[in-house]
């Protein structure tokens, strides 16, 4: 029952995310309202981090890591990479001078300072950056929600039921080979049909790429979500942290519900850059 219990309230949680986002992400002139969502969860997300980081007795630049790393994650919201990556080193900065007005000369808690505003800040800066690509942003972001949601979905589910083979026991000794097999592919079947959707004439907001295109994207985002994912829970269980927060019901925190897009969004954003705006993308 327990079970049951915990299934129904990880799945009404995850919908109501998904349908807030989908509105924001796909509603013409909702970017302000996407980029201002992505900046909050992402401040969250830090106060989070610095929480773990706290954990193992060390001592971060809280308010300065979270100040700085929001703003990196904002700036996306302009479309510029050079200026994100111009505020991702003013962000490392400034953590790092305070570090020193301090008097807090712990290379572990400088080091962890710096790594929040990168980790999640600049990562979680791609999300709007893929938002903001001309005219196909918006569906860029469905294929990255699309990859992850279904990678987790089908690791979660499969794994339940049928995972016995260990992925890796001592970072979260949940996860199975079985489950990250079904969330591969889940993944690589969900982008194959966005690629059915943008050459049936339904959706010309997504990206006109060959099926080639949309599977290998669905592959890599699937594995770097899922890289993403025991990122976190090796820095939660080096901490003792079971979960990084309580903020989604069912799912624990924004670190817990957004590590495996933390790490994706960069990867679909620079495929996208090569494959499609060269010359426009990365100047």
């Known amino acids: 029952m327990m079970q049951i219990h915990k299934v129904l309230l ?4 995850g919908t109501a995310l998904l349908a807030l986002f989908l509105a924001l992400t796909l509603a013409p002139g909702w970017a302000p309202g996407f980029a201002g969502a992505v900046s909050l969860l992402v401040g969250i997300g830090l106060f989070e981090y610095y929480a773990i980081v706290r954990a193992r007795e060390i001592s971060p630049e ?9 703003a990196v994650t904002f700036s996306g919201y302009f479309g510029s990479l050079e200026l994100t990556n111009f505020l991702l080193f003013g962000g490392c900065l400034l953590v790092s001078a ?15 300072s710096v790594f929040g505003v990168f980790y999640v800040g600049w990562f979680g800066a791609h999300l709007l950056l893929l938002h903001g690509v001309p005219l196909h942003g918006p569906g860029l972001v469905l294929v990255l929600f699309a990859a992850v949601i279904l990678t987790d979905t089908g690791a979660y589910f499969v794994g339940s039921a049928i995972g016995r083979h260990k992925m890796a026991p001592k970072a979260s000794p949940n996860k199975s080979w ?11 079947s969900a982008t194959g049909v966005l690629y059915w959707m943008a050459h049936a004439g339904r959706a010309d907001w ?7 295109k949309y599977m290998q994207a669905g592959a890599l985002l699937s594995i770097a979500g899922q890289v993403g994912d025991l990122a976190e829970s090796c820095l939660k269980r080096d901490a003792g942290v079971k979960d990084s927060g309580m903020l989604f019901p069912g799912h624990g925190g924004v670190l817990d519900r957004c590590d495996g897009f933390l ?21």
Do not use: K
């Not at 809280?62 to 790393?69: M, S």
């Not at 079985?178 to 690589?188: K, T």
């Open 178 to 188: 079985e489950g990250a097999v079904a969330g591969f592919v889940f993944a690589v």
């Open 206 to 212: 997504l990206p006109d790429w060959p099926l080639w």
């Open 98 to 112: 305070l570090h020193i007005v301090r008097g807090v000369h712990s290379v572990a808690g400088l080091a962890s």
């Open 263 to 283: 790490f994706a969004a960069p990867v679909l954003y620079y495929m996208a850059a090569a494959w499609s705006w060269p010359d426009s993308l990365l100047r």
């Open 62 to 70: 809280t308010i300065g890591g979270i100040l700085a790393g929001t």
């Open 10 to 13: 990880r799945t009404v949680t």
